[in-house]
């Protein structure tokens, strides 16, 4: 089983990475990370498909945004708790909105479609979301790597290398699971409010 689990990470971890990253993402770009530490594959690989799959699908919610406003997706999406607060912040501060959005956990689709209906141009939503990506990749994956070098300071260098990965899958599935709570927590306040 832990044979099947490894080499399914090298066939296919970038790829995972990027997908995981195409939405919310923080857990996919902390796995990159932790698995270029076990040597998976390279740290700057990681990087690369972080950032790339967090510029296509932010880029992709804007598009869905500016193109299909009227479409029943984009509606329901407008109705979201939220929504109305990052219209708000992005007529008053686009560059440090776009900027900033991915790093709030559960508004980075609310707010990729919120840019897509504001007036921002597309050239400085694209450049805007081009830096935002990387720094946010980098920011981390990191992360992940320095989580690897902590589970493996904790665990020793007994475990060969197929049972790290376990370890980092149980790591990034724990990551997902709290940020969805947390994420759920956010919302449910949100629709206090409104």
Request: aromatic share 12%; hydrophobic share 55%; net charge positive.
């Amino acid at each position: 089983m832990t044979g099947l689990v490894h080499d399914f990470v090298d066939q296919y971890g970038l790829i995972a990475v990027f997908l995981g990253c195409v939405a919310e993402g923080e857990s996919a770009a902390i796995l990159g990370g932790f698995f270029a530490h076990q040597h998976v594959f390279v740290l700057w690989h990681a990087y690369v498909a972080a950032a790339l799959g967090a510029f296509i699908g932010d880029t992709s919610f804007f598009i869905l945004g500016r193109r299909f406003a009227d479409h029943r997706y984009v509606v329901r999406l407008r109705k979201r708790p939220g929504f109305r607060r990052a219209y708000r912040l992005l007529n008053t501060h686009p560059n440090i909105f776009v900027l900033s959005n991915r790093y709030v956990y559960g508004m980075r689709l609310v707010g990729g479609v919120a840019a897509g209906l504001s007036t921002i141009a597309v050239p400085r939503f694209i450049l805007l979301n081009a830096i935002s990506s990387a720094v946010w990749a980098v920011l981390f994956s990191t992360i992940g790597y320095v989580f690897g070098l902590g589970a493996e300071h904790l665990v020793g260098q007994a475990l060969v290398r197929h049972e790290r990965l376990l370890i980092g899958l149980g790591i990034g599935l724990a990551v997902a699971v709290l940020a969805w709570l947390f994420a759920h927590h956010i919302a449910k306040k949100e629709r206090g409010k409104e």
